[in-house]
């Protein structure tokens, strides 16, 4: 599996991205800049990542600019053809602001912008601890969304405590139901809001997001 790391202006986490998937997970990883529309090189089997950051200042809402660049015109003809997508933190969003995901990300019940380290967990795992960095990653959608989603499978990640549990106390942002992280009905495009790729080496002491990608096919 080949991957391209899209590169917005204000992307922050794209290097981190780039040396997670290729120094730690050993993979094939092309930088893309968002101006460019070209994604001939890649196939289905191959996965587009749009990484964590301010993409053009996070000016109108997150991600609702970046919606619009070449770039994501050509990742949503590529997810549409099957082709895999991760959005992280800011990608998630630019996922949501594209209709490529429901729902939306909110402003964090805090008000305040949160950096730390949270648990989460699917159906397979345990709790896995992975660091969060964000102002908006308040998981919001209705009921009727939120219950075809749990219907469909397609929550990937809730918050929880340290012992796995699904209590008020993990959630760090308010997010409804504990959400972290949710694919599309087809299974190929993934978006989470807490960082695998700042817990894939072992010299950061954690090597959870090795097991976040494991979990979503990635790797």
Not at 37 to 57: A, H, K, N, Q, R
Not at 76 to 99: D, H, M, P, T, Y
Not at 154 to 169: P, T
């Amino acid at each position: 599996m080949k991957f391209g790391v899209v590169v917005f202006p204000g992307s922050n986490c794209d290097r981190d991205m780039f040396d997670a998937l290729q120094q730690d997970l050993g993979k094939e990883v092309i930088m893309l800049w968002h101006k460019d529309e070209d994604l001939s090189m890649f196939t289905s089997d191959d996965c587009i990542v749009l990484p964590g950051g301010f993409s053009y200042g996070d000016y109108l809402r997150c991600g609702a600019i970046a919606r619009f660049s070449p770039m994501m015109k050509s990742v949503i003809e590529f997810a549409n053809r099957g082709g895999k997508v991760l959005g992280v933190c800011n990608g998630f969003q630019i996922l949501c602001e594209s209709g490529l995901l429901p729902g939306a990300l909110l402003l964090n019940e805090s008000r305040q912008f949160i950096c730390k380290n949270v648990y989460l967990k699917n159906e397979t795992s345990g709790a896995l601890k992975i660091p969060i960095a964000h102002g908006e990653g308040r998981y919001f959608a209705d009921d009727n969304l939120l219950n075809e989603l749990e219907a469909n499978n397609q929550i990937l990640f809730k918050y929880c405590n340290e012992e796995g549990e699904l209590r008020e106390e993990g959630n760090p942002n308010g997010a409804v139901r504990n959400i972290a992280g949710i694919r599309n009905k087809a299974g190929n495009v993934f978006g989470m809001m807490p960082h695998p790729e700042r817990a894939t080496n072992k010299l950061l002491g954690n090597l959870d997001g090795v097991t976040v990608f494991n979990i979503l096919g990635l790797n």
